[in-house]
Nanobody, 127 residues
Framework: QLQLVESGGGLVQPGGSLRLSCEAS????????VGWFRQAPGKGREGISC????????NYAESVKDRFTISRDSNKRTVYLQMNSLKSEDTAVYYC????????????????????WGQGTQVTVSS
């Protein structure tokens, strides 16, 4: 099973930016698609973005579209989530997750089954 470690969270003012990283270890990363999820206090988990195994396919939730950008560097076994124009409602614990596909392609979905999860990183947007 893939091991995932998130980093890059912290406290930021509204309108600011953060970049989260999700570093993978344990297995060959190439055939894995990766998603970012978040959970705010008292709320359920929300899938906000995903990137395909080949890095060419991405999806975003409406709540973060045009503000967040997901990318991957397979050489570094890392997926990034660039978060711009942050709002107080973006405050949450952010998790990355991954699952292996049998094909190397451009598909991903945050509603798909993920079997490897990181421990989460806290993002707080507040003045």
């Amino acid at each position: 099973q893939l091991q995932l470690v998130e980093s890059g969270g912290g406290l930021v003012q509204p309108g600011g930016s953060l970049r989260l990283s999700c570093e993978a270890s344990g297995f060959t990363f190439d055939y894995y698609f990766v998603g970012w999820f978040r959970q705010a206090p008292g709320k359920g988990r929300e899938g906000i973005s995903c990137i395909s195994s080949n890095g060419w396919g991405t999806n975003y939730a409406e709540s973060v579209k045009d503000r967040f950008t997901i990318s991957r560097d397979s050489n570094k076994r890392t997926v990034y989530l660039q978060m711009n124009s942050l709002k107080s409602e973006d405050t949450a614990v952010y998790y990355c997750a991954a699952a292996r596909r049998t094909v190397y392609d451009s598909a991903c979905g945050t509603s798909w089954t993920y079997d490897s999860w990181g421990q989460g990183t806290q993002v707080t947007v507040s003045s």
